[in-house]
């Protein structure tokens, strides 16, 4: 299990915001979302990028955060579906 204090919340907002920015960089367009938006995207990127990366390598579809490379094609993925879900503006 993982233990979360104060340090690791700091880096993982930290590295949210990093995969987050990253994944709208890769991303072309335009998103109407904040810092806090963004950090979000990049969190959650992270346990899609966890999750993918051990249902391929494992075999199980276990939730798992991932490093910055899984976290940012974490959030590209959810870019993506955001804006499949959200529509054109």
């Known amino acids: 299990m993982y233990e979360l204090d104060q340090r690791g919340i700091i880096g993982w907002l930290i590295i949210g915001l990093i995969a987050g920015l990253l994944?709208?960089?890769?991303?072309?367009?335009?998103?109407?979302?904040?810092c806090f938006g963004t950090i979000a995207i990049g969190v959650l990127g992270s346990f899609v990028g966890g999750a993918a990366a051990s249902f391929l390598f494992n075999g199980d579809l276990a939730l798992r955060p991932s490093g910055l490379l899984g976290s940012v094609a974490g959030a590209v993925i959810l870019l993506l579906v955001l804006r499949l879900?959200?529509?054109?503006?």
């Open 23 to 34: 994944g709208r960089f890769l991303v072309p367009g335009r998103d109407r979302m904040g």
């Open 85 to 89: 879900v959200r529509g054109r503006d």
